[in-house]
Each structure stands twice: as structure tokens, then as C-alpha cells.
């Protein structure tokens, strides 16, 4: 018996070692490939970005490429602070949820009840607040950016969500079509400050910045952040040109993407949605659901719950050959784009940054695909 217990343990200290190695070195080769794939995408000399993929508390890439500044040649790291464009809209969400649990308000509270100043009272009595959350308002743009870009590169979410204020009709009855759009969060931004009685950058800061660790996250409020920040460029004629703020409006409109984080805070970030750090996990997982009214004519189902796009595969428009679901959302602004993607199903986040107006999660994906980290 003592010589059949030492046979098993070793065949188990073998076996462990030999599963030990292929993992290492399987995520030595993914590593190998990432960075190969990135290498080609970003210069050293040029604008760049950041990236990491985890599962569970275990880091399985993580590495950034290029310039934060072409100015002052800093170079892009997890540290950097970058714009996060619509990822925000995750914060404002999360924001009108917590008051909700606090029973500040109802997500099935109507518009008018926090813009009396609405032209057509009745319509403005129709729109729930969980309209506003799942883009399926109906309220219209009537923003004018492209033709008075001037003023709304210093408007803020006031004056951004007024224009929608006049509206006399909607595009589809509330509640039962999606229709992507900004103002709604710059209306829900506004809506967190007649409820909270704080600016609602104040109210974010302090209820999920400061619980989550996030100390180098910060939100604009008509000024651009002045040190240790990326700038975003976009290449015109084989030349980067600066592209964010001063030259791209809406960035002072700060409830559809004025949230500045790093690799490094957003990885706090999601530990803190998966631990419910800063709300109870009810929140969290209400979050995460997605919901199917009754009335609803879209042509697709609903995948927005209000707070993230939740479907399976990478895309929510697009049909991949993986097969796992995944709750994620993306950020374009200027020369700024990033993504933040979890999969619960293995445990894992991905999450990237970049400024040279690249869009990376094709890259990744294939590549992990390809590895069998997703199927």
C-alpha cells in the first residue's frame, strides 16, 4: 500500500507538472501573438494604447504600446489616463441605479417629473427614466453639432439636453424600439444632480471612484484634464493630428463620455462590480440582465439592460463564430476609442485603451479564439 501511495503521488506531482508546464507555456505563446498583433498596429514614435486580458485575479496579458502625448513623447502605460467615451454611460447608469436602491427615485419616474420645462407635457409623462437607460426613448436629436460645432465643443450636459426639451414629437413609442443616443445620459447626468443635490461628478466620485480604489479616474466639467492624460490623435494625410478636445465637440458634455480612467482603475473597476463594492449585488445583477418588454417592435431583441450591451459573441451587430455571452461596452470620441468586455463564463475581462482612433477588439478575439481561451 505504502508503494502504491507513493506510485500515485508520483504520477500526480507529474501530472502536475506537466499541466503546469502546458500552461505556461500556452500563455507564453498568447503573449507571443498579442504582442506580435500590437506590434503591427502600434509604433513606438506614434499614438498607442493599452491593453489587458485576466481571468479570475490571474493576469494573462497586459503590456501598452506608443505615445500618451506626441508633445512631450510620454509614453501610453497602465497608469495613463485616457478618455473613455461611452464606457461613461456605464458610471451614469450605475449612478441613477444606486439612488433607485437608495429609493431616491424609480427608474419608472417620467421625465417630466425632473424637466417641468418640457414644450409638450404629455410626451415628456410618457418617457420613463428606464427609456432613457436602454436608448429607447424615442426622444429625437435635436442637437445641431455638426452645423454649430463651435458651441457644443464648450456645452455642457445642460445645454446639450435641452434642444431635446422642444421636441413636439417622438421617433417611436416609447419603451418598444432602440435608438442609440447621447443626450439621454447627458438628461440622466442632470437627473443624478436634482436627486443627489451634488454635481454628479461629485456624486460618482465619491460613491464609485473612492470605494473602488480608483484614484487616478477623474470626469470633465468644461476643462480638459492637465497632466498625466493621453491625448488622441487621428491620421490625416499620413500625419497624426491631434483630434479630442478643442478640436472634436461634446467632450465638455461630460454624462455621454466625460469619464478619464486608466487599464489600471478600470481593472478596479470591474472587481468592484464582480465583489458589489460600491452597491448591493442586487444593483449589479439587475445590471447585467437584460429585460423584454412587452410591447417591444424592434427588429432585434432588446441587448441593452440599461447599463451594458449583453449578447453572445464579441459584437452586438455582428454574428461571430464564438459561443460565449458577453456583457461588455465600448467608447469612440475623437481620437479615443476603448472597450471594456467581461465573460463570466470563463472568468475573464478584457479591457483596452488606445488614441490613435484604432479599434482593437477584432485582434484580440481572434487571437484568443484561435488559443481556445473562448470557444
Known amino acids: 500500500m505504502r508503494l502504491n501511495f507513493k506510485l500515485i503521488s508520483g504520477l500526480l506531482l507529474t501530472l502536475s507538472i506537466h499541466f503546469l508546464s502546458f500552461a505556461q507555456s500556452r500563455e507564453k505563446l498568447l503573449k507571443s501573438k498579442l504582442d506580435s498583433a500590437f506590434s503591427e498596429l502600434f509604433k513606438a514614435d506614434e499614438p498607442g494604447g493599452a491593453i489587458l486580458i485576466q481571468q479570475g485575479n490571474k493576469i494573462l496579458y497586459e503590456n501598452s504600446f506608443g505615445l500618451a502625448d506626441l508633445k512631450t513623447r510620454e509614453k501610453f502605460t497602465s497608469k495613463t489616463v485616457s478618455n473613455l467615451g461611452s464606457i461613461t454611460k456605464t458610471f451614469v447608469s450605475y449612478g441613477i441605479l444606486m439612488l433607485q436602491h437608495r429609493q431616491k427615485l424609480s427608474t419608472d419616474d417620467n421625465l417630466l417629473t425632473f424637466f417641468p420645462g418640457f414644450k409638450n407635457k404629455n410626451l415628456a409623462s410618457s418617457i420613463k427614466l428606464r427609456h432613457m437607460l436602454t436608448h429607447s426613448s424615442g426622444l429625437p436629436d435635436l442637437r445641431n453639432v455638426d452645423k454649430d460645432s463651435i458651441f457644443y465643443l464648450t456645452a455642457k450636459d445642460e445645454e446639450n439636453f435641452r434642444p431635446l426639451q422642444s421636441t413636439d414629437s417622438l421617433e417611436f413609442e416609447p419603451g418598444t424600439q432602440f435608438n442609440y443616443s447621447n443626450p439621454a445620459y447627458n438628461g440622466l447626468a442632470l437627473v443624478i444632480e436634482k436627486t443627489s443635490g451634488m454635481k454628479w461628478q461629485q456624486f460618482i466620485g465619491q460613491n464609485i471612484f473612492k470605494p473602488a480604489g480608483m484614484k487616478n479616474s477623474r470626469i470633465t466639467d468644461g476643462s480638459f484634464p492637465e497632466s498625466h492624460v493621453a491625448h488622441a490623435y487621428i491620421l490625416k494625410d499620413n500625419r497624426y493630428q491631434e483630434y479630442d478636445y478643442g478640436e472634436y465637440p461634446t467632450f465638455t458634455a461630460a ?121
Request: glycine share 10%.
Open 255 to 375: 454624462g455621454n463620455g466625460g469619464v478619464w480612467s486608466s487599464i489600471e482603475d478600470l481593472k478596479k473597476y470591474i472587481a468592484a462590480i464582480n465583489q458589489c463594492t460600491f452597491t448591493d449585488c442586487s444593483v449589479i445583477k439587475s445590471s447585467e440582465t437584460i429585460t423584454h418588454p412587452s410591447g417591444w417592435k424592434g427588429k432585434k431583441a432588446p441587448y441593452h439592460t440599461g447599463t451594458w450591451f449583453v449578447h453572445n459573441g464579441f459584437y452586438a451587430d455582428i454574428k461571430t463564430e464564438e459561443n460565449v455571452n458577453v456583457i461588455e461596452h465600448a467608447g469612440d470620441q475623437g481620437g479615443f476609442k476603448s472597450h471594456l468586455i467581461m465573460i463570466p463564463e470563463k472568468n475573464m475581462s478584457i479591457i483596452w485603451l488606445t488614441n490613435n482612433n484604432k479599434f482593437i477588439t477584432g485582434h484580440i478575439r481572434r487571437i484568443l479564439l484561435q488559443m481556445k481561451y473562448i470557444d
